[in-house]
C-alpha cells in the first residue's frame, strides 16, 4: 500500500539512494548463499535455523529488488511496505509470493523469539523462498 511506503520514507526508515547493479547482485547472492544453507539446516534437523535463514533468502532477494530501483531499506517492515508498493500493486510482483514473504516474516519472527517451529514448517518456507527467488531473478532477465 502506497501510504504506508510513503511514511517509510518519511520517516528515514526508506531512502533514495543512486542505482549500483554491484550492490543488487551482492544482495541476490546473499539470498542463494541464505537459501543452501537453509537447505543444509534442514538435512541437519536443525529447523528453527532454517526458518531464520529461508527468510534472510528471501529478505535480501528483495531487498536486491528494491535497490535495482534506486532504494534502501532501513527497517524489515519498511520493506515490506516499499515492495508491496512498488512490485505488488503495480503487478510486476505476484501478490502469491510477497503473502508467502510475509508470512516466511512472521514465521522468523516466531521461530526466533518464541521458539516455535518445526520440519514441515521449514521445507514450506524452503518452497516458497525458492519460488520468490525465481520470480525475482526473472524481473532481472532482459526482456528483448
Aim: hydrophobic residues 40%; contains cysteine.
Amino acid at each position: 500500500m502506497k501510504i504506508r511506503f510513503e511514511k517509510c520514507l518519511d520517516k528515514g526508515q526508506i531512502i533514495r539512494i543512486k542505482i549500483d547493479p554491484e550492490l543488487v547482485e551482492k544482495e541476490l547472492l546473499e539470498s542463494q548463499n541464505d537459501i543452501d544453507s537453509a537447505k543444509k539446516s534442514v538435512k541437519e534437523k536443525n529447523y528453527k535455523w532454517a526458518i531464520i535463514q529461508t527468510y534472510y533468502s528471501m529478505f535480501h532477494a528483495l531487498k536486491g529488488l528494491l535497490l535495482s530501483k534506486g532504494y534502501r531499506e532501513k527497517s524489515h517492515i519498511c520493506l515490506r511496505h516499499a515492495i508491496e508498493a512498488i512490485f505488488v500493486d503495480t503487478n510486476l510482483l505476484s501478490e502469491d509470493i510477497f503473502e508467502d514473504y510475509d508470512f516466511a516474516r512472521r514465521a522468523r519472527e516466531r521461530a526466533d523469539y518464541s521458539f516455535i517451529y518445526d520440519e514441515q514448517l521449514a521445507i514450506d518456507m524452503l518452497e516458497s523462498a525458492d519460488k520468490l527467488i525465481n520470480e525475482v531473478e526473472g524481473l532481472f532477465i532482459p526482456t528483448n
